[in-house]
């Protein structure tokens, strides 16, 4: 399995910032996968953001919510996220990984991608 | 929110030694938890999940243990491979955001 980020590396403050990972070597649409967004920044710690499923459900973190939104193309074999009104503490590196479930739940991710440095400045 | 907590927060260890880093929960996660390594500019690599079972491909010196609110990672014979921050990680679907604890940094002595 890979997973591969892609977008701009800089962004406007009050702007969207917009990713997207394409995943290859395994199918997008695997009852036993999620797919999430994880950021990082600089000189810190992992910060959840949202997962999806093939089938469009969704799980946030509250904390962003408000200014994320996170989609699928099954026919093109990639998730995306977009996050809203950018400001200087979101520049951070962001990953796409698989979280993969078991026992009809959520569990590790067991896969990432290599990050995207995302920097929000004017 | 799960609050997730890791001591001690930097470790200096020297090759071959028995290393044990903790991790606590603000709540029961039951067997929840995964460990991930991850060095300098990389992503986090997954070592352990369900707390205790070793992901394919990782050395079995990296063990896991605990359950509800107490785990740990253990190394049992440092490799120099293994200076790298550990993170551990919550997953309880009925209680997400699933967070992450601060790390652990792993350094030469």
């Known amino acids: 399995l890979q997973l591969q980020e892609s977008g701009p590396g800089l962004v406007i403050p009050s702007e969207t910032l917009s990713l997207t990972c394409s995943v290859s070597?395994?199918?997008?649409?695997?009852?036993?996968?999620?797919w999430g967004w994880i950021r990082q920044p600089p000189g810190e710690g992992l910060e959840w953001i949202a997962n999806?499923?093939?089938?469009?459900?969704?799980y946030y973190n509250p904390s962003l919510k408000s200014r994320i939104s996170i989609s699928v193309d099954t026919s093109k074999s990639r998730f995306s996220l977009k996050l809203s009104s950018v400001t200087a503490a979101d520049t951070a590196v962001y990953y796409c990984?698989?979280?993969?479930?078991?026992?009809?739940?959520?569990?590790?991710?067991?896969?990432w991608g290599q990050g995207i440095l995302v920097t929000v400045s004017s | 929110d799960i609050q997730m907590t890791q001591s001690p927060s930097t470790l200096s260890a020297s090759v071959g030694d028995r290393v044990t880093i903790t991790c606590r929960a603000s709540q029961s996660i039951s067997n929840w938890l995964a460990w991930y390594q991850q060095k300098p500019g990389k992503a986090p690599k997954l070592l352990i999940y369900?707390?205790?079972s070793l992901e394919s491909g990782v050395p079995s010196r990296f063990s896991g243990g605990g359950s509800g609110t107490e785990f740990t990672l253990t190394i049992s014979s440092l490799q120099p491979d293994d200076f790298a921050t550990y993170y551990c990680q919550h997953y309880n679907t009925y209680s997400p955001p699933f967070t992450f604890g601060p790390g652990t940094k792993v350094d030469i002595k």
């Open positions: 999806i499923y093939y089938s469009g459900s969704t």
């Open positions: 070597g395994d199918s997008i649409t695997s009852p036993f996968s999620y």
């Open positions: 990984a698989r979280q993969r479930a078991r026992d009809q739940r959520l569990a590790d991710f067991d896969s």
């Open positions: 369900d707390a205790s």
